[in-house]
């Protein structure tokens, strides 16, 4: 009778170790397609930032 919370407890661990897996994994499947971690939180205004980042790097190195 002591041991019927564990009923309840073990799906939920199972469940929260699943969601855990699920995360690492869309990680690790994103750095490998982007080559680097996601940005949380990135709008357009940082992604125009990266883009007109990316462009200056591209003009600079040529003319060096």
């Known amino acids: 009778m002591n ?18 897996v699920m995360g690492n994994a ?3 499947i994103h ?3 982007h080559g680097r ?3 949380i ?7 125009a930032m990266e ?4 462009k200056l790097i591209e003009q600079a190195s040529p003319s060096n």
């Open 26 to 28: 869309q990680y690790y």
């Open 37 to 39: 971690p996601k940005h």
């Open 41 to 47: 939180g990135n709008d357009m205004w940082d992604v």
């Open 51 to 54: 883009r007109r980042d990316k």
């Open 3 to 20: 041991l019927r919370w564990m009923e309840a407890v073990l799906p939920l661990g199972i469940i929260a170790g699943m969601l855990c």
């Open 31 to 33: 750095r490998a397609a």
